[in-house]
Antibody, heavy 121, light 106 residues
C-alpha cells in the first residue's frame, strides 16, 4: 500500500480553474498508474481520470474530457489534476487513488483522504 | 461505456444477518470486478478484487462471487462495523463504479 495526500481544493466560480495535487509516499511511485475519483455530495463514486506510471498514457471520463488534464512529476512523487472550465456539477470530494497492480488492470488499493472542490458563484 | 448497476440501493439488516448485494454489468467484464466499503467522511476501502479474492486484512465474513455480467458480495454474520455503503467497480475497461448500496440498521 501507500500513502496519498491531496491538496489544492477550495471554492471556485463557474468557468474558473483549479489544480489539485496528490503527494505519494511509501511505494515506488513510477511503477504505478494513478487516478482521480470524485464523489459529489451525497452521491456515489465516479472515476475521473488516470495516468500510467511513465505518464505516457492518460485517460478521462467523458464528463471531464477536454476540460481536465492529468499529469505527474515522478521526481516529486506527485500527480496533478488541472481542472478548467469548472461547472457546478464538478462540485465534489476528489480522491487520489493508486492502482494495485503495476501496469495491470486497475482497481485501487490506496486512497487519499479526499479534498473538496466547490464550484459556485 | 460499461454501466454497473447495484441492487438494492438500501438494505436494512441486523447484527448477525447474512446480506447479499448484487452488481450487474452492461456487458461481460470477465472477473474484473472489485468491491469497496465506504463509511461517511472516509475514503473507500478495498474489500475484494477479481470478483472473489479477499484483500489482505479483510475479515473472512466478506466474500464475492460471479463472472461475466453478474456478481454478488455477501457478508455473513453482519457486524456493527459493517454498516456502511458498498460499491462495485469494473476494471475491464478502465473504471466504472456502481451507484452504491447502503447497509443500515434495521
Amino acid at each position: 500500500e501507500g500513502q496519498l495526500v491531496e491538496s489544492g481544493g477550495g471554492l471556485v466560480q463557474p468557468g474558473g480553474s483549479l489544480r489539485l495535487s496528490c503527494a505519494a509516499s511509501a511505494f515506488t511511485f513510477t511503477h504505478y498508474a494513478m487516478n482521480w475519483v470524485r464523489q459529489a455530495p451525497g452521491k456515489g463514486l465516479e472515476w475521473v481520470s488516470g495516468i500510467s506510471g511513465s505518464g505516457g498514457n492518460r485517460y478521462y471520463a467523458d464528463s471531464v474530457k477536454g476540460r481536465f488534464t492529468i499529469s505527474r512529476d515522478n521526481s516529486k512523487n506527485t500527480v496533478y489534476l488541472q481542472m478548467n472550465s469548472l461547472r457546478a456539477e464538478d462540485t465534489a470530494v476528489y480522491y487520489c487513488a493508486k492502482d494495485r497492480i503495476p501496469g495491470g488492470k486497475n482497481y485501487f488499493d490506496s486512497w487519499g483522504q479526499g479534498i473538496l472542490v466547490s464550484v459556485s458563484s | 461505456d460499461i454501466q454497473m448497476t447495484q441492487s438494492p440501493s438500501t438494505l436494512s439488516a441486523s447484527v448477525g444477518d447474512r446480506v447479499t448485494i448484487t452488481c450487474r454489468a452492461s456487458q461481460s467484464i470477465s472477473s474484473w470486478l472489485a468491491w469497496y466499503q465506504q463509511k461517511p467522511g472516509k475514503a473507500p476501502k478495498l474489500l475484494i478484487y477479481r470478483a472473489s479474492n479477499l484483500e489482505s486484512g479483510v475479515p473472512s465474513r466478506f466474500s464475492g462471487s460471479g463472472s461475466g455480467t453478474e456478481f454478488t458480495l455477501t457478508i455473513s454474520n453482519l457486524q456493527p462495523d459493517d454498516f456502511a455503503t458498498y460499491y462495485c467497480q469494473q476494471y475491464n475497461n478502465y473504471a466504472t463504479f456502481g451507484q452504491g448500496t447502503k447497509v443500515d440498521i434495521k
